[in-house]
Every structure is written in structure tokens, then in C-alpha cells.
């Protein structure tokens, strides 16, 4: 069973930075683009960015400039480094593929950005 599982998450000052990790177990995700999705109390999950095999990455417009998605395709392991946070970045983080959702949802990682 393949799963995903989610890292790196905390409660962090606006203006400050995380880095939140998705390894992925029992499969592959080199041939897969990859997203990050994410998903604030009351609010629709959301992808927030995705990554393809090859390394090209799209943004949302909320989150251009700030986050930087990567992947270690080898370590079947995808990165979200996120920079300038902000209190509307508060949410559960999550991964799977992009922009199509295939993969069984993980636990997440919570993202808290309160002063």
C-alpha cells in the first residue's frame, strides 16, 4: 500500500520559514507530478503548487514568490520550502499527485503562522 507521509509542519511567526517534507512509501514518484495541497479550517483543500518528474514547478498566485517546491525522485521524497509566511498560510499541508488526486490522503502536516 503506498502512503504518503507528511513532515515538517509547526507554528511559526509570520515572516518565517518551514520546510516541509512528503516521502512516499511503497511506490514510485518519478513518473508522477506532484503537488502540494492545502487546507484551512472551513475552507476547500486546495493545490497550492505541483512539480513535475523533471523538476518544472507551478504556483499559485497566493503563494508565487514564497514557496519553492523540489524532489528527490531517488529517495521518493518531495519537498515545500516556505518562505515569508503569512497567518493565511495556516493549514493542513498535504501531498499527493497533480493536478489529478491519485493517491490515498496522508495525515498532513499542520502549519500554524500566529504571532
Known amino acids: 500500500q503506498v502512503q504518503l507521509v507528511e513532515s515538517g509542519g509547526g507554528l511559526v511567526q509570520p515572516g518565517g520559514s518551514l520546510r516541509l517534507s512528503c516521502a512516499v512509501s511503497?511506490?514510485?514518484?518519478?513518473?508522477?507530478?506532484m503537488g502540494w495541497y492545502r487546507q484551512a479550517p472551513g475552507k476547500q483543500r486546495e493545490l497550492v503548487t505541483s512539480?513535475?518528474?523533471?523538476?518544472?514547478?507551478h504556483y499559485a498566485d497566493s503563494v508565487k514568490g514564497r514557496f519553492t517546491a523540489s524532489r528527490d525522485n531517488a529517495k521518493n521524497t518531495v519537498y515545500l520550502q516556505m518562505n515569508s509566511l503569512k497567518p493565511d498560510d495556516t493549514a493542513v499541508y498535504y501531498c499527493?499527485?497533480?493536478?489529478?488526486?491519485?493517491?490515498?490522503w496522508g495525515q498532513g502536516t499542520q502549519v500554524t503562522v500566529s504571532s
Open positions: 499527493n499527485t497533480a493536478p489529478q488526486v491519485r493517491m490515498s
Open positions: 512539480i513535475t518528474y523533471s523538476g518544472n514547478t
Open positions: 511503497g511506490g514510485l514518484i518519478n513518473i508522477n507530478t
